[in-house]
């Protein structure tokens, strides 16, 4: 079994359950003593063997290795991708049936991580994710009060645009952001439109 790590929490003693987001399924697990393990950290790709429990209690985690990247080492980089992958447990949280996509995405950009902007790649990720759930608003109306949005929107959670006026927040030119719906790239983007876009980001999906 392979994926990444998205959740951690602790247990009785030193024994910690851990969630799994793989290839088509979110899934949680034992690890007996795994608050001594350095592998078990949110964001590490791993791989692992399960063995049932005998008390019908959650699966144990055994066998654990981890997959790296060239960026581990890396502390703004790692930083960037846990709080990244973070949001991805509240998100499929209640999730049934999952299918490849998150991933692969996951798998994706984490190759990519240590030669592009992680912020840029996070903002683009993003945008896959919102375009595969059919979450992306790029109607011209403005969320708040269903009016036509101007040149210039603001972003709610989700990326939602609305006027800036409807929700107090930053202006951002609508040629940009509807490009950036379109296209799922930043390259046109400013880097202080990123910083900004990558705070939006971090609210949640």
């Not at 759930?133 to 036509?148: H, M, S, V």
């Not at 929107?153 to 940009?176: E, N, S, W, Y």
């Not at 046109?188 to 971090?202: F, G, N, P, R, S």
Request: charged share 25%; proline share 3%; net charge positive.
């Amino acid at each position: 079994m392979r994926g990444f790590i998205i959740n951690i929490r602790k247990a009785k003693n030193e024994d910690v359950i851990v969630t799994v987001l793989s290839n088509d399924a979110i899934k949680t697990y034992w690890r007996f003593f795994g608050a001594r393990h350095s592998i078990l950290q949110i964001g590490n790709l791993v791989d692992f063997e399960i063995k049932e429990s005998k008390n019908n209690f959650m699966p144990n985690m055994r066998s654990l290795s981890h997959i790296s990247f060239p960026w581990i080492f890396s502390k703004n980089r790692l930083l960037i991708w846990q709080n990244f992958i973070k949001l991805f447990e509240p998100h499929l949280r209640d999730t049934i049936e999952l299918d490849s996509f998150y991933f692969e995405l996951l798998l994706n950009i984490a190759q990519k991580w240590s030669k592009q902007s992680p912020k840029r790649l996070a903002i683009e990720a993003y945008m896959k994710l919102l375009n595969h759930e059919g979450r992306l608003y790029d109607n011209g109306f403005c969320y708040i009060c269903e009016t036509i949005l101007e040149d210039k929107v603001g972003l709610m959670r989700a990326f939602l645009p609305a006027h800036p006026t409807c929700i107090q927040g930053d202006k951002f030119d609508k040629k940009d952001i509807f490009k950036l719906y379109s296209t799922h790239s930043t390259i046109h983007l400013e880097d202080i439109i990123v910083e900004q876009l990558y705070t939006i980001l971090l609210k949640g999906f």
